[in-house]
């Protein structure tokens, strides 16, 4: 009885630490295995991310348009540019009738002087009838009104006023939320290209890159072409001053002689000319006075022997 629970005791002792050692002895096997397969799949699963990316952004950018204005925006965009201020394009034009062509020009261009403005451009036209100029002017925006103020003011004959003012916020916001976006896609690209392993991959995201660039240099430029144009507005200035005396002058006595001569020789070598194309005519009349000269003179000859 003693012998059989003894037997019995080592039974449960021994055969649960065999159990033990035999699953640690798995666990030991198998774990060099595992950690050699997660690396490869790891390896794997980096690689096609980044193939599935670059697939991704190439689709993203083959779906839209080269040009970014067609690029979606996003709807925090319009919310960090809500603080943009109102972007206005102000414009006028002014043509006066003046008295003293020298004087209004230098009263005008001292108006434009004293606002901050310049000219930008001036082209001026002279005949016996009138002298005109047109002024093209830029003035600060903040002293549009008050140039144009002044400059209405200086001269009694104003014949044309026209002012006019575009609001160009919408597209300020607008070139400046997608040229945000394809900044964010160009450095999505810059990631992209740093694991690039291939040289195809390589040139390939560079020329995804250069074109986004170009992009946002393109919303760049227009950008900078919006703030000159509402900083710097833009006057169309033209007067002119009409002569009284614009009855034209006759030619003088000896210009007069002088032409008649030249006319007369002129009509000479018309005729000449003329005479000299009828020398067909003339060969023929030439040829019929003597056939008809000679026939007259044999006919004396006849009469004469009779």
Known sequence: ??????????????????????????????????????????????????????SEYKAMDAAAPVSMMMAPIPSAASENYADIPQK???????????RDYKHAHKELIGIVARNGGSVISE????????????????????????CLDALVGAEENLL??????????????????????????????LDILKQAKTVEDILKV?????????????????????????????????FFQTFS???????????????????GW??????LISITGLWPVWVVATALFIIIRRYRKRRRLTKAGA
């Open 160 to 189: 044309v006023k026209n002012i006019t003012s575009k609001d160009v916020t919408e597209e300020y916001v607008d070139v400046a939320a997608r040229m945000k976006a394809r900044k964010e896609v160009e450095q999505r690209y």
């Open 88 to 98: 206005i394009i102000k414009e006028g034009t002014l043509r006066y009738s003046v």
């Open 1 to 54: 009885m003693t012998r059989r629970c003894s037997v019995l005791m080592n039974t449960v002792i021994v055969f649960p630490c065999m159990l033990l050692f035999a699953a640690l002895m798995l666990s030991a096997c198998k774990k060099p295995g595992s950690i050699a397969a997660q690396r490869s799949l790891a390896i794997k699963s980096e690689g096609y991310r980044s193939d599935n990316e670059i």
């Open 206 to 238: 560079e020329e995804q890159l250069k074109s986004i660039r170009e992009e946002v240099e393109a919303a760049q430029g227009r950008l900078q072409y919006i703030d000159h144009n509402v900083a710097m507005s833009v006057i169309h200035l033209s």
């Open 266 to 271: 002129n009509s000479v070598l018309a005729a």
């Open 245 to 263: 005396n614009t009855t034209p002058r006759g030619p003088s006595f000896f210009s007069s002689i002088f032409f008649s001569i030249k006319d």
């Open 123 to 146: 082209a001026e036209h002279r005949s016996d009838v009138s002298w005109e100029a047109e002024l093209e002017i830029r003035v600060p925006a903040e002293k549009f009104d008050s």
